[in-house]
């Protein structure tokens, strides 16, 4: 299991920091339309979940555990799947039920080895979110881009969902775009 290095800015303007990276030469890796599953642990873990990913690219299931709302706060361990549907027919046989179905949009480029993703979720503005192997190559490549620090957060997406806009995303059973 590893430690995400990652951290969000929120409300960006996508176009405008499209333009940026372009500027310094970031590297365009793709643009996916993403769909997942999440579930909860039987009992539910606070913090803790499994997500069954399907990125349009590979298929990956991943263990969650936010220790803490910080940079580097959040472990997780993944594995590719070879089916979206197969995979998530085996763990309701093991007994765990969907919590809810997602939507995202992503778009990735990487600058100074940092993966920038720039992610559209239904309801709320698009963010980006900055993961790389230490905190300091993060902080560069914001630099670089020129982020606003007050935009700046660590919380994970359930997270944005319902602290920064009261929207209480366990309520939504199916988070799709119109």
């Known amino acids: 299991m590893h430690k ?27 643009d996916w339309f993403q769909k997942r599953y999440v579930y909860d642990f039987n009992p539910v873990r606070e913090n803790e979940w499994i997500r069954l990913r399907d990125t349009g690219k590979s298929i990956t299931l991943t263990y969650k555990n936010v220790e803490e709302n910080s940079i580097d706060g959040t472990k997780e361990l993944e594995i590719e799947v070879s089916s979206f549907e197969d995979t998530n027919e085996m763990l309701n046989i093991l007994g765990y039920k969907k919590r809810a179905y997602q939507e995202n949009k992503r778009i990735r480029y990487i600058l100074n080895d940092v993966e920038i993703d720039i992610d559209s979720w239904p309801l709320i503005p698009t963010y980006v979110e900055f993961e790389g192997k230490n905190i300091k190559s993060i902080k560069e490549v914001e630099e670089l881009l020129e982020i606003d620090k007050d935009k700046i957060t660590n919380l994970n997406c359930q997270s944005i969902y319902e602290e920064i806009y009261n929207i209480n995303v366990n309520d939504i059973k199916e988070l799709r775009f119109e």
Do not use: P
């Not at 951290?7 to 793709?30: C, H, M, P, Q, S």
């Open 4 to 30: 995400e290095i990652e951290e969000r800015v929120l409300e960006v303007d996508k176009e405008k920091l499209i333009k940026k990276l372009k500027k310094l030469n970031a590297t365009f890796v793709g």
